[in-house]
């Protein structure tokens, strides 16, 4: 097996002789890279033959298809193939030799389960500095959901998919939990609270509920091989889900995390443990805030010792920040349009990253190429970039253009993880544990309700009969007159004895 991938050869009005082939090896193919150029200059075929090649070299590959163009890497080329004659002459052009169709072994993935095998998240692992940039939340905002994720972690409670973080907001607006969880983490303000349910309510919308959940992502799926040794290429099907692009910029980031948290140390190997296609490149900075900056630059600037190449594709590469471009060592530059000054000074730029060739001028090269033509500048086996060089990037040996619907179904049929994903499972988690405490916390209070209630029935049969005694007790005014009568009468028949008696009674 060789140890490079051969990208093309000498540009249109060069030889064709194989000393001007350009590869890249294998070796410092983990230093990252990037792929640019103006819409319809050839980016998308650049990204298909690499990452063929690199599923070829037993190297496992995760792009996202924004077009939906990259599917056709299932399926084999066709001789009847409209761009046949073409691309059978630009491989005998660039001494590649006889031009042999073959598909590659893919899977496919769509976070919605549309498309191909569902991919999933838990809410625990894309963590709250991913979501607050996901929702678009303020400092003080995203303050309140690092409370909210510290006072799940501190209790037990399991946070999967959006019904779990819902519960649990709901749960911190109740009074007494507010404060005491105020009390014990900081300030949760009414207000920032609310603000966050809401975005959440933005988010499930915009089709996240479905990305969130079990069973989650296994990263050892995505760094499988066949049986004879060639990488599968996974591709998640972006055509949908560009309609978010919080969404997809942030899926993605949240992936190359996973990658880098997860994977051991290896250094530099013989070749990547997976190579990381990054389509639409520029909404990954869009609106970053500091601390996910700092997030993105940390991943690609260690990544690689993990084993893992990222390959950034975008129009210009200065939608890329300055510390993330200097990280990108193998570069594809493919032609750009200069009519107004900044996209004149994006030229300028763009040529000025490349290791100079006194043959031509890089700057006016970059605006002067054609369809699938580019500037291509490698890293050498020592890490040094080689001399910028016109390439004819090589025709692929896979299908250009998409795959059916039923071709598509057909691959799915045959996946490794077929199955695997396709069910969702809805087990114990916050929002069940909340619920639970809730109907406890009701049935208590019922209870005790009960208990007061009898209570107070008790407590006003006690004072009714109180009354009730206090009024038999007590005589009417006749009855007092009767009583009275009759005592005095009494009295006088006992006066009358007794003077009988003393001798003191009248004649």
Not at 75 to 102: C, D, F, N, V, W
């Amino acid at each position: 097996m060789s140890d490079t991938i051969f990208l093309g050869g000498a540009d249109a009005n060069g030889t064709g002789h194989p000393d001007a082939a350009q590869s890249l090896i294998l070796k410092v193919a983990n230093r990252h890279g990037l792929v640019a150029g103006a819409t319809g200059t050839g980016k998308t075929v650049t990204l298909q033959i690499m990452a063929q090649a690199f599923s070829d070299a037993g190297v496992p590959v995760f792009a996202a298809d924004v077009k939906g163009d990259l599917s056709g890497i299932c399926m084999p080329g066709s001789e009847t193939h409209k761009a046949h004659a073409s691309l059978t002459a630009r491989a005998q052009q660039i001494g590649m030799g006889e031009l042999k169709y073959e598909g590659a072994p893919t899977v496919f993935w769509d976070v919605f389960g549309e498309s191909g095998h569902p991919i999933r998240a838990t809410i625990s692992e894309m963590g709250p500095l991913l979501l607050s940039r996901l929702m678009g939340l303020t400092d003080v905002q995203e303050g309140v959901l690092n409370i909210a994720f510290q006072y799940a972690d501190d209790n037990g409670l399991l946070l999967l998919d959006l019904k779990d973080l819902r519960k649990l907001l709901v749960s911190l607006g109740d009074d007494t939990v507010r404060t005491e969880v105020s009390r014990k983490y900081g300030n949760v303000a009414p207000a920032s609270l609310s603000a966050v349910q809401r975005e959440l309510l933005v988010l499930e919308r915009d089709g996240a509920e479905r990305f969130f959940g079990e069973p989650a992502l296994e990263l050892s799926d995505f760094m499988r091989t066949t049986t004879n040794g060639r990488g599968y290429i996974n591709i998640l099907d972006a055509r949908k889900l560009i309609n978010s692009p919080k969404l997809y910029s942030t899926f993605l980031l949240w992936l190359l995390s996973e990658l880098f948290e997860e994977l051991p140390e290896i250094g530099d190997p013989e070749k990547p443990r997976l190579v990381f296609f990054f389509d639409e490149a520029h909404l990954l900075f869009a609106d970053a805030p500091p601390a996910l900056m700092q997030k993105i630059e940390q991943v690609v600037r260690l990544i690689r010792s993990k084993g893992v190449g990222v390959y950034f594709v975008t129009q210009n590469p200065r939608d890329l920040p300055e510390s993330v471009l200097a990280q990108l060592g193998n570069r594809m530059q493919h032609a750009l349009r200069a009519y107004t000054p900044t996209e004149q000074k994006a030229v300028k730029s763009a040529a000025a990253s490349f290791r100079p060739n006194p043959a031509f001028k890089t700057e006016a090269a970059i605006t002067e190429m054609g369809v699938g033509e580019a500037l291509v500048s490698t890293l050498e086996a020592k890490g040094a970039p080689t001399m910028v060089q016109k390439t004819l990037i090589r025709p692929p040996s896979s299908r250009l253009g998409p795959a059916t619907d039923a071709e598509r179904a057909e691959v799915q049929k045959t996946s490794p993880v077929f199955g695997k994903y396709d069910k969702t499972i809805d087990r114990e988690s916050a929002y069940e544990i909340l619920l639970k405490r809730e109907e406890a916390a009701a049935k208590e209070a019922e209870k005790l309700a009960k208990i007061e209630a009898k209570e107070k029935e008790a407590a006003a049969k006690t004072k009714a009969k109180g009354k009730t005694t206090t009024r038999s007790r007590r005589m009417t005014t006749s009855e007092r007159a009767v009583n009275n009568a009759a005592s005095t009468a009494s009295r006088e028949v006992v006066r009358y004895v007794l003077r009988g008696i003393f001798g003191t009674r009248k004649r």
